[in-house]
């Protein structure tokens, strides 16, 4: 009788995702159809019953920028570990807690799904992303639920945070969900440190062109705000060989074409950039050295265009480490923080093209084509086009290896430790 209920349900749900077609609806309906977790895109929903405080956080990213928030996760000490108190205490604020990594490399860059028409598909994605970090399946083995999801990355923070917020309540799910963005603008509130200018959001197209970033900051700060959107530099940083121009070029074509539109705009001078991009802090150095570059530039007048538009102690804000705040006061606020100590250390993820599924479109180099990966079509969550496998050093380009081993030494130390 049960089973026949169980049936019944599971037919009302697919047929009431179909009706309305709406990604979300098939997701959250396809989990829920699969309370076993026994195919992809789906969960043990038995997982989320009992005590989930010693589960691990999930990170994701749709690549390896994310990996600038782990580090911030991992670096985070703002607080006394043993009363909760505010104040630093020399040991990290997550330091009893593990981490599940995922980078879903074989679909990035998500920036670029708007400006095709394609936003309902990567919602799908960002969803199809959550349900692996929720999940026990791996393309070759099992991986542990998760009690928390950081979306770290912009775009999905865009364009799935309402929609993974919607699927966890549907699913009656107890997990807690950080995004980067109004963490971002929390975090440009609480450090401005004397800056009033204008803030200038560097990030992909598809975040500029949700607005995510001007509508956050309108909340909490009255600053001009420009947008600087880059259909390259996280495919540069990332390592995709398609990308050929060098990032120092690419940053520096990006600001000069975004200074002069400010110029002829009459924009208010800037002093500060939101870092609103998660590759973004790895080339921090590079994007501070494009604007002094372009501050310093002469027009054939000798006159100087940018000089009174850039300031000259520019100020960037980083996302990552107010977004280590915003999950340890929600971690804290549940009652979920871990409490026995795990011996098991993080875990790292990524996803590859799946050669072996019916139609995929691949490049030379063996990633997903062009025209297949920004052609596609949402509602068919549980497609396995790209496999979910473990990340570990030798998977990433040797530029991008050496990014993360310099500027993210706790992460890659985990990273290396979870081979
Ligand atoms: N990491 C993503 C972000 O923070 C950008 C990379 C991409 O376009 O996939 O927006």
């Given at each position: 009788?049960?089973?026949?209920?169980?049936?019944?349900?599971?037919?009302?749900?697919?047929?009431?995702?179909r009706?309305?077609?709406?990604?979300?609806?098939?997701?959250?309906?396809?989990?829920?159809?699969?309370?076993?977790?026994?195919?992809?895109?789906?969960?043990?929903?038995?997982?989320?019953?009992?005590?989930?405080?010693?589960?691990?956080?999930?990170?994701?990213?749709?690549?390896?920028?994310?990996?600038?928030?782990?580090?911030?996760?991992?670096?985070?000490?703002r607080?006394?570990?043993?009363?909760?108190k505010?104040?630093?205490?020399?040991?990290p604020?997550?330091?009893?807690?593990?981490?599940?990594?995922?980078?879903?490399?074989?679909?990035?860059?998500?920036?670029?799904?708007?400006?095709?028409?394609?936003?309902?598909?990567?919602?799908?994605?960002?969803?199809?992303?959550?349900?692996?970090?929720?999940?026990?399946?791996?393309?070759?083995?099992?991986?542990?639920?998760?009690?928390?999801?950081?979306?770290?990355?912009?775009?999905?923070?865009?364009?799935?945070?309402?929609?993974?917020?919607?699927?966890?309540?549907?699913?009656?799910?107890p997990?807690?969900?950080?995004?980067?963005?109004?963490?971002?603008?929390?975090?440009?509130?609480?450090?401005?440190?004397?800056?009033?200018?204008?803030?200038?959001?560097?990030?992909?197209?598809?975040?500029?062109?949700?607005?995510?970033?001007?509508?956050?900051?309108?909340?909490?700060?009255?600053?001009?705000?420009?947008?600087?959107?880059?259909?390259t530099?996280a495919?540069?940083?990332?390592g995709?060989?398609?990308?050929?121009?060098?990032?120092?070029?690419?940053?520096?074509?990006?600001?000069?074409?975004?200074?002069?539109?400010?110029?002829?705009?009459?924009?208010?001078?800037?002093?500060?950039?939101?870092?609103?991009?998660t590759?973004?802090?790895?080339?921090?150095?590079?994007?501070?050295?494009a604007?002094?570059?372009?501050?310093?530039?002469?027009?054939?007048?000798?006159?100087?265009?940018?000089?009174a538009?850039?300031?000259?102690?520019?100020?960037?804000?980083?996302?990552a480490?107010?977004?280590a705040?915003?999950?340890?006061?929600?971690?804290?606020?549940?009652?979920?923080?871990?409490?026995?100590?795990?011996?098991?250390?993080?875990?790292?993820?990524?996803?590859?093209?799946?050669?072996?599924?019916?139609?995929?479109?691949?490049?030379?180099?063996?990633?997903?084509?062009?025209?297949?990966?920004?052609?596609?079509?949402?509602?068919?969550?549980?497609?396995?086009?790209?496999?979910?496998?473990?990340?570990?050093?030798?998977?990433?380009?040797?530029?991008?290896?050496?990014?993360?081993?310099?500027?993210?030494?706790?992460?890659?130390?985990?990273?290396?430790?979870?081979r």
């Amino acid at each position: 009788m049960a089973a026949l209920l169980r049936l019944a349900l599971c037919c009302v749900l697919a047929i009431v995702a179909r009706a309305t077609d709406d990604p979300v609806a098939v997701a959250i309906g396809h989990a829920k159809a699969h309370p076993q977790g026994d195919v992809p895109a789906s969960f043990v929903a038995a997982d989320y019953r009992g005590d989930l405080r010693d589960l691990p956080i999930g990170v994701f990213d749709s690549g390896v920028g994310g990996l600038t928030v782990l580090e911030a996760l991992k670096a985070h000490d703002r607080h006394d570990n043993l009363t909760g108190k505010e104040g630093a205490d020399g040991v990290p604020d997550f330091a009893g807690e593990r981490f599940v990594y995922f980078g879903d490399q074989a679909n990035m860059p998500y920036g670029n799904y708007s400006a095709v028409g394609r936003t309902d598909f990567l919602r799908e994605l960002i969803l199809r992303d959550v349900l692996f970090l929720l999940g026990r399946r791996y393309a070759h083995g099992r991986k542990p639920p998760v009690k928390a999801i950081v979306i770290a990355c912009n775009t999905a923070t865009a364009y799935g945070l309402e929609d993974i917020r919607a699927a966890v309540k549907a699913w009656g799910l107890p997990v807690i969900v950080v995004g980067v963005v109004e963490a971002g603008a929390q975090g440009l509130a609480e450090s401005a440190g004397g800056a009033q200018g204008g803030v200038a959001v560097l990030a992909t197209v598809g975040t500029c062109a949700s607005n995510a970033y001007p509508k956050a900051l309108a909340k909490v700060t009255a600053r001009p705000v420009r947008q600087l959107g880059s259909a390259t530099l996280a495919a540069a940083i990332e390592g995709d060989p398609s990308v050929t121009t060098p990032i120092r070029d690419i940053i520096r074509a990006d600001v000069g074409g975004f200074l002069k539109s400010a110029a002829a705009d009459g924009a208010a001078p800037i002093d500060t950039l939101m870092l609103g991009c998660t590759h973004y802090p790895l080339v921090a150095d590079e994007i501070a050295a494009a604007f002094a570059y372009w501050r310093e530039q002469s027009a054939a007048d000798g006159r100087k265009p940018y000089a009174a538009l850039v300031a000259k102690e520019l100020k960037q804000v980083n996302p990552a480490a107010w977004t280590a705040e915003a999950l340890w006061r929600s971690l804290q606020g549940a009652r979920m923080m871990a409490v026995t100590s795990s011996s098991a250390g993080d875990q790292f993820y990524l996803s590859v093209p799946n050669p072996a599924w019916p139609g995929v479109g691949l490049a030379a180099d063996g990633s997903l084509s062009y025209e297949y990966k920004y052609g596609r079509q949402p509602n068919q969550v549980g497609r396995q086009d790209t496999l979910n496998v473990p990340m570990t050093p030798e998977k990433l380009p040797g530029a991008t290896a050496n990014l993360v081993r310099e500027k993210l030494p706790l992460t890659w130390r985990s990273l290396r430790a979870a081979r």
